[in-house]
């Protein structure tokens, strides 16, 4: 297994992950 390149799913999960994280900065710094 080369951690050089993930597999597309990971790289999807990590988006999804990280796209979360924004949403709830963003509801945050809103407050």
Do not use: F, H
Not at 1 to 18: K, Q, R
């Amino acid at each position: 297994m080369t951690s050089a390149i993930p597999e597309p799913s990971t790289y999807g999960v990590i988006l999804g992950v990280l796209a979360l994280l924004a949403g709830v900065l963003r509801k945050r710094a809103a407050r």
